[in-house]
């Protein structure tokens, strides 16, 4: 956010060579009072409004040099006049210049803060908007508050419901804190083993929810104030009615109510994000509106609130926006790196992904320290605070070892490292390419080995599949755990029809202009600096390196959105925040002294809207209402007649139902980020293979399943060639290649290894007998 200041405006250059003549020779008329704004060019003479522009655009430009030699006009005149008189005068003078000026500091305090207000006003109505929106949304296609407790519960499938069962349990504890015990020594997820899911699963969201949840219905209820609402639903179609509880006091009411509450407050941050950005209301207002008109490409907290995402996603806005900040201002100051370490917390906690995403971030800040846009111990400050951030998350997370053996802690150390010993190995002063070559060499080959070393010390193989999913993408390589991964439509490559959508509302056309923008005018001093030394081409540099930096983030998130079609949650928003830049006038003030900004942003935003507006429609008209009587019959029978450590088996997506609705034991779940949880399921998901009947019942007998749940859906459905599951067995088991899959033989007849207990449309429950 940028308001007037008596301090320096970064929006403008430097002044060059020949506009201090400019400068000292406007009129005097044309040099506005402290709390005053340069006026427009048509409003005065174009010789004082265009030296104004260039010497800063704003009062400092506008201003006198006060080391002229001598100043004309009545003011000078009447000074001299007075200094003549003698003491009493010059006091009085000195008197009254005290007054003009307290007076207007205070018009200038006065109208600072009425911007401050405004832009706070405008975040906050930006941030109600898009809260009204996401739950109008999800009401829409659920007809949430309508369902049941069951049904709520079904609603959040695969691992939304995993996630939302540990808040479950410590809100029905006796007790917050047997609650969190509860889930530090669980036995009911990986059966027969005891985890601690909160280093496991990122679940200090559903802790901290938990806790809000508890501390709520425990004041209201000594308040004597009713916190939710139940009534009979009547669901027609021969079914039995249900009862529907809608208010806070519902636990998934209040689960879904502050996700929804967090991302509208996502909404206020881009506002502030943008205006900051590109110094201009007009920016945050750009950034806004092209998220509402590509919403459906920047987030999907509507349609999956309880995903790891849509708790961590606004804490990196925050930090972004604090990082920019950052690269901003000359020296960084304590408060600031606090700042961004908390928010580094806050995002990486909630999210196993984060790190990949931070990964980007300090390579990019890299890219633009070795270039010259900032200087070196302004980037060792900000590792420093990833490094803490890291430390407590670590600590946080029970020493999770992914975060210590993961390609950014060893990112943070080399670039460290670099930064310390490339001064003293490389001893030019002169920065030259072949120097950027080796450090980014460097770093490449650094981080990759210091990856390698310290998962090999550690015994650390959790990860193993990231790699193998980037080889799936670049060589064709293939395993039962890659397959499971890339045969989902959110892990396959970016859908050719996305670029078409950001195109169609103007969005990526308006940021490849921007993006254009910056890399020539980087291109352009990089060149200069390779032959050039001096304080103007330095200071240009830094005034537009968090722009640069910008560009390189965007580069980064376009290559893991094409290479995995779920990560254009990253770039679509970060398209939204560069689309700001079309206002700022570090980038387009050439632009704007032959247009008016305003004129021009609200053009393009026009043409934005036609098809924004159908987008928009295009979700306001999704109506329906969840219904899962299958599975709902499945659970209901599960409750009724199996004992209550009974243990289960099946998909993934189903498993994590069955613990939610009915908290029998599990051995497998959709959380697949351990190596030890992907042998089980590749055990579990045998049923699908080719392999005899009585391997699969000797493994599962291992594992102690009870009960193994069929979907025959799995065994025949095909999302694309060689995605069924017997198709993704035939790449890991080809020994058996061509036999029936078992899981068809089990639906025709089950006996003798198996017994058939429940069957309907969907599901059929396999009882394991003992042998």
Same mark, same amino acid.
């Given at each position: 956010?940028?308001?007037?200041?008596?301090?320096?405006?970064?929006?403008?250059?430097?002044?060059?060579?020949?506009?201090?003549?400019?400068?000292?020779?406007?009129?005097? @008329? !044309?040099?506005?009072?402290?709390?005053?704004?340069?006026?427009?060019?048509?409003?005065?003479?174009?010789?004082?409004?265009?030296?104004?522009?260039?010497?800063?655009?704003?009062r400092r430009g506008a201003r006198g040099d006060p080391r002229g030699p001598y100043r004309e006009g009545p003011?000078?005149?009447?000074?001299?006049?007075?200094?003549?008189?003698?003491?009493?005068?010059?006091?009085?003078?000195?008197?009254?210049?005290?007054?003009?000026?307290?007076?207007?500091?205070?018009?200038?305090?006065?109208?600072?803060?009425?911007?401050?207000?405004?832009?706070?006003?405008?975040?906050?109505?930006?941030?109600?908007?898009? +809260?009204?929106?996401?739950?109008?949304?999800?009401?829409?296609?659920?007809?949430?508050?309508?369902?049941?407790?069951?049904?709520?519960?079904?609603?959040?499938?695969?691992?939304?419901?995993?996630?939302?069962?540990?808040?479950?349990?410590?809100?029905?504890?006796?007790?917050? +804190?047997?609650?969190?015990?509860?889930?530090?020594?669980?036995?009911?997820?990986?059966?027969?083993?005891?985890?601690?899911?909160?280093?496991?699963?990122?679940?200090?969201?559903?802790?901290?929810?938990?806790?809000?949840?508890?501390?709520?219905?425990?004041?209201?209820?000594?308040?004597?104030?009713?916190?939710?609402?139940?009534?009979?639903?009547?669901?027609?179609?021969?079914?039995?009615?249900?009862?529907?509880?809608?208010?806070?006091?519902?636990?998934?009411?209040?689960?879904?109510?502050?996700?929804?509450?967090?991302?509208?407050?996502?909404?206020?941050?881009?506002?502030?994000? @943008?205006?900051?950005?590109?110094?201009?209301?007009?920016?945050?207002?750009?950034?806004?509106?092209?998220?509402?008109?590509?919403?459906?490409?920047?987030?999907?907290?509507?349609?999956?609130?309880?995903?790891?995402?849509?708790?961590?996603?606004?804490? *990196?806005?925050?930090?972004?926006?604090?990082?920019?900040?950052?690269?901003?201002?000359?020296?960084?100051?304590?408060?600031?790196?606090?700042?961004?370490?908390?928010?580094?917390?806050?995002?990486?906690?909630?999210?196993?992904?984060?790190?990949?995403?931070?990964?980007?971030?300090?390579?990019?800040?890299?890219?633009?320290?070795?270039?010259?846009?900032?200087?070196?111990?302004?980037?060792?400050?900000?590792?420093? /605070? %990833?490094?803490?951030?890291?430390?407590?998350?670590?600590?946080?997370?029970?020493?999770?070892?992914?975060?210590?053996?993961?390609?950014?802690?060893?990112?943070?150390?080399?670039?460290?490292?670099?930064?310390?010993?490339?001064?003293?190995?490389?001893?030019?002063?002169?920065?030259?390419?072949?120097?950027?070559?080796?450090?980014?060499?460097?770093?490449?080959?650094?981080?990759?080995?210091?990856?390698?070393?310290t998962s090999l010390v550690f015994g650390i193989a959790d990860d193993a599949h990231i790699g193998n999913i980037?080889?799936?993408?670049?060589?064709?390589?293939?395993?039962?755990?890659?397959?499971?991964?890339?045969? !989902?439509?959110?892990?396959?490559?970016?859908?050719?029809?996305?670029?078409?959508?950001?195109?169609?509302?103007?969005? *990526?056309?308006?940021?490849?202009?921007?993006?254009?923008?910056?890399?020539?005018?980087?291109?352009?001093?990089?060149?200069?600096?390779?032959?050039?030394?001096?304080?103007?081409?330095?200071?240009?540099?830094?005034?537009?390196?968090?722009?640069?930096? %910008?560009?390189?983030?965007?580069?980064?998130?376009?290559?893991?959105?094409? *290479?995995?079609?779920?990560?254009?949650?990253?770039?679509?928003? %970060?398209?939204?925040?560069?689309?700001?830049?079309?206002?700022?006038?570090?980038?387009?003030?050439?632009?704007?002294?032959?247009?008016?900004?305003?004129?021009?942003?609200?053009?393009?935003?026009?043409?934005?809207?036609?098809?924004?507006? /159908?987008?928009?429609?295009?979700?306001?008209?999704?109506?329906?209402?969840?219904?899962?009587?299958?599975?709902?019959?499945?659970?209901?029978?599960?409750?009724?007649?199996?004992?209550?450590?009974?243990?289960?088996?099946? /998909?993934?997506?189903?498993?994590?139902?069955?613990?939610?609705?009915?908290?029998?034991?599990?051995?497998? %779940?959709?959380?697949?980020?351990?190596?030890?949880?992907?042998?089980?399921?590749?055990?579990?998901?045998?049923?699908?293979?080719?392999?005899?009947?009585?391997?699969?019942?000797?493994?599962?007998?291992? *594992?102690?399943?009870?009960y193994y749940i069929l979907e025959e859906s799995l065994c025949v459905s095909r999302k694309r060639p060689g995605?069924?599951?017997?198709?993704?067995?035939?790449?890991?088991?080809?020994?058996?290649?061509?036999?029936?899959?078992?899981?068809?033989?089990?639906?025709?007849?089950?006996?003798?290894?198996?017994?058939?207990?429940?069957?309907?449309?969907?599901?059929?429950?396999?009882?394991?007998?003992?042998?």
């Amino acid at each position: 956010m940028v308001v007037p200041s008596r301090g320096r405006n970064k929006e403008s250059p430097p002044l060059k060579p020949g506009q201090q003549q400019q400068q000292q020779q406007q009129s005097p @008329g !044309a040099s506005p009072s402290r709390g005053r704004r340069p006026h427009s060019p048509g409003k005065q003479g174009s010789g004082g409004a265009r030296a104004m522009r260039k010497g800063g655009g704003g009062r400092r430009g506008a201003r006198g040099d006060p080391r002229g030699p001598y100043r004309e006009g009545p003011a000078a005149d009447g000074e001299r006049d007075v200094l003549g008189r003698g003491p009493l005068s010059l006091l009085r003078l000195c008197g009254e210049r005290l007054r003009v000026f307290i007076v207007d500091r205070k018009a200038f305090i006065t109208k600072a803060d009425s911007n401050i207000w405004l832009t706070f006003f405008l975040a906050v109505f930006a941030g109600v908007l898009h +809260w009204c929106h996401i739950t109008t949304l999800f009401e829409n296609d659920r007809h949430f508050s309508h369902l049941s407790t069951l049904e709520r519960e079904m609603a959040f499938r695969t691992e939304m419901g995993l996630y939302y069962s540990y808040f479950k349990t410590i809100i029905e504890a006796p007790s917050f +804190w047997s609650g969190v015990g509860a889930i530090m020594n669980d036995k009911l997820t990986e059966y027969p083993l005891v985890i601690n899911t909160l280093q496991r699963f990122n679940l200090y969201p559903e802790v901290v929810l938990a806790s809000w949840y508890r501390t709520y219905t425990t004041v209201m209820d000594f308040l004597g104030v009713p916190t939710k609402t139940c009534w009979t639903v009547n669901r027609g179609k021969g079914l039995s009615p249900v009862e529907s509880c809608e208010g806070l006091g519902d636990p998934a009411s209040f689960y879904v109510a502050v996700i929804f509450l967090l991302n509208g407050f996502m909404m206020s941050l881009f506002f502030i994000y @943008g205006t900051y950005l590109s110094g201009s209301r007009l920016g945050g207002l750009v950034t806004v509106l092209c998220f509402f008109f590509n919403h459906g490409e920047c987030t999907r907290v509507m349609w999956t609130p309880p995903l790891r995402e849509s708790f961590s996603y606004p804490f *990196l806005v925050l930090q972004m926006l604090i990082l920019t900040y950052i690269l901003r201002i000359p020296s960084i100051n304590t408060g600031s790196l606090i700042a961004l370490c908390v928010s580094n917390i806050f995002f990486m906690l909630p999210w196993q992904f984060a790190q990949f995403v931070l990964l980007t971030q300090i390579a990019s800040l890299f890219a633009v320290c070795i270039m010259g846009y900032i200087d070196s111990s302004k980037l060792q400050k900000i590792l420093s /605070a %990833h490094m803490v951030s890291l430390l407590v998350c670590f600590i946080l997370m029970f020493g999770n070892s992914m975060l210590l053996t993961s390609y950014y802690a060893a990112s943070l150390v080399v670039i460290s490292g670099i930064l310390e010993w490339s001064p003293k190995i490389l001893k030019r002063r002169k920065r030259e390419v072949y120097v950027w070559v080796i450090e980014g060499c460097a770093w490449l080959f650094g981080t990759v080995t210091l990856k390698y070393l310290t998962s090999l010390v550690f015994g650390i193989a959790d990860d193993a599949h990231i790699g193998n999913i980037l080889k799936s993408k670049f060589i064709g390589y293939k395993d039962f755990d890659t397959l499971m991964y890339t045969c !989902a439509a959110e892990f396959d490559f970016m859908e050719k029809e996305t670029p078409v959508r950001y195109t169609k509302t103007l969005l *990526l056309p308006v940021v490849l202009v921007v993006f254009g923008v910056i890399i020539k005018r980087a291109i352009k001093y990089i060149l200069y600096s390779l032959s050039h030394t001096g304080r103007y081409e330095k200071e240009e540099r830094f005034n537009h390196g968090e722009l640069v930096f %910008h560009a390189l983030q965007l580069l980064a998130y376009s290559v893991l959105a094409i *290479l995995i079609m779920r990560l254009k949650l990253f770039l679509t928003p %970060h398209l939204c925040i560069m689309a700001s830049l079309m206002c700022s006038k570090q980038l387009f003030g050439w632009l704007f002294y032959k247009v008016q900004p305003k004129t021009l942003v609200f053009a393009i935003l026009a043409l934005m809207t036609i098809e924004g507006s /159908a987008n928009l429609r295009t979700q306001w008209n999704i109506m329906g209402e969840f219904s899962n009587l299958p599975q709902e019959e499945l659970l209901e029978w599960i409750q009724v007649n199996t004992r209550q450590d009974a243990v289960f088996a099946g /998909a993934m997506p189903t498993m994590a139902s069955v613990k939610l609705s009915t908290l029998r034991p599990i051995v497998n %779940h959709p959380h697949y980020e351990d190596a030890g949880l992907r042998a089980r399921t590749k055990v579990v998901y045998s049923m699908y293979s080719r392999k005899p009947a009585s391997q699969v019942k000797r493994d599962l007998v291992k *594992l102690g399943v009870n009960y193994y749940i069929l979907e025959e859906s799995l065994c025949v459905s095909r999302k694309r060639p060689g995605c069924s599951m017997p198709e993704i067995w035939d790449v890991e088991d080809p020994a058996n290649r061509g036999k029936i899959p078992l899981c068809t033989l089990m639906s025709k007849d089950s006996r003798p290894y198996f017994i058939t207990v429940f069957e309907n449309s969907n599901y059929r429950v396999l009882k394991i007998p003992k042998e």
